[in-house]
Nanobody, 126 residues
Framework: QVHLVESGGGLVKAGESLSLSCAASGRTISNFAMGWFRQAPGKEREFVAAISPFGSRTDYTDSAKGRFAISRDNAKSTLYLQMNSLKPEDTAVYYC???????????????????WGQGTQVTVSS
């Protein structure tokens, strides 16, 4: 089992930055593809960013490209999401997720992930 805990959310103004972290415990995540998802009130959970087990491949939803950066430190069992130039439409609960994977794989859909954190709230005011 892997236990994921997100941190770093908060209230910021449009144009500001936030850095999210996701700490994993229970076992190593070096063979896990990891991802960030978000869910706004009344909306479905949606993909934000994903990274392969050793960080060689990443992917982003279109709205995050050029503004967000996903990274990981397997030695620290931690996943990160640096969010810059935040917009009010980025407001949501952000979740990290993980699943066993081959070394070069990543996934962009909710159903591909087996482990989820409890989420951290990100609110961007205009």
């Amino acid at each position: 089992q892997v236990h994921l805990v997100e941190s770093g959310g908060g209230l910021v103004k449009a144009g500001e930055s936030l850095s999210l972290s996701c700490a994993a415990s229970g076992r190593t995540i070096s063979n896990f593809a990891m991802g960030w998802f978000r869910q706004a009130p009344g909306k479905e959970r949606e993909f934000v960013a994903a990274i392969s087990p050793f960080g060689s491949r990443t992917d982003y939803t279109d709205s995050a490209k050029g503004r967000f950066a996903i990274s990981r430190d397997n030695a620290k069992s931690t996943l990160y999401l640096q969010m810059n130039s935040l917009k009010p439409e980025d407001t949501a609960v952000y979740y990290c997720a993980g699943t066993y994977s081959g070394p070069s794989n990543y996934f962009t859909t909710v159903r591909n992930y087996n482990y989820w954190g409890q989420g951290t709230q990100v609110t961007v005011s205009s």
